[in-house]
């Protein structure tokens, strides 16, 4: 497959463990912020998006955590499956109006 | 509902060629934004286009340009290839512009410079 990053930080986790990407942005004026995965050969596919006035939004398995203070955002996913392997990417918008991505982690789920 | 299409999915070019790049957003959609992604730099901003407008640009050279056609099909296209504009560009649409929803992405088309 396709490369996304050649020097990702990378987490490795057992199968069935919870996982949690962090992401630190840069912006204290951005008000959206966004997850996506990436597989290889594969465009961003989105996962679970927040506002600046909340501070946790739970989907399937995942739980996005938004700490303003520190600028500090979290992706939180419970029992891990291979299928979750993939390249993750925090992004936010805001007074620029536009989406800045952040480098990305590599998550490998290990069976 | 279809999802974003880029075409086409692979292109091999020679430096100081130049290059056109299509993308047709979800249907609906009426915003469509480039993005250019490379192993060392992430994915950087291009541009965006709503209703045949572009709305914002990112920091790239003047050889990067794009347009938009009034059924919101998109074309980017890099003039006077250099090696290092070889990535995987990515298009992604959204029902209206801000970015206060989610960017939808496609594929993207992959362009080796050599």
């Known amino acids: 497959g396709e490369s996304v990053g050649l020097h990702l930080p990378t987490l490795s986790v057992q199968e069935g463990d919870n996982s949690i990407i962090n992401c630190a942005y840069s912006?204290?004026?951005?008000?959206?912020f966004i997850w996506y995965k990436q597989e290889s050969g594969k465009g961003p596919q989105f996962i679970i998006d927040i506002r600046s006035n909340m501070d946790k939004r739970q989907g399937q398995r995942v739980t996005v955590l938004l700490n303003k203070t520190v600028k500090h955002l979290s992706l939180q996913i419970a029992a891990t499956q291979p299928g979750d392997s993939a390249v993750y990417f925090c992004a936010e918008s805001g007074a620029t109006n536009k989406l800045i991505f952040g480098t990305g982690t590599l998550l490998a789920v290990q069976p | 509902k279809a999802g974003v299409t880029q075409t086409p999915r692979y292109l091999i070019k020679t430096r100081g060629q130049q290059v056109t790049l299509s993308c047709s957003p979800i249907?609906?959609?009426?915003?469509v934004s480039w993005y250019q992604q490379t192993p060392g730099q992430g994915l950087q901003f291009l541009f965006e286009?709503?209703?045949?407008?572009?709305?914002n640009k990112g920091n790239f050279p003047g050889r990067f340009s794009g347009r938009q056609f009034s059924n919101s099909r998109s074309e980017m296209n890099v003039s006077t290839l250099e090696l290092g504009d070889s990535a995987l560009y990515l298009c992604?649409?959204?029902?209206?512009?801000?970015?206060?929803?989610?960017?939808?992405f496609g594929n993207g088309t992959r362009l080796t410079v050599t």
């Open positions: 286009y709503f209703s045949e407008t572009q709305r």
């Open positions: 249907s609906g959609h009426r915003s």
């Open positions: 912006n204290s004026a951005s008000d959206y």
């Open positions: 992604a649409s959204s029902p209206g512009t801000g970015y206060n929803s989610p960017l939808h």
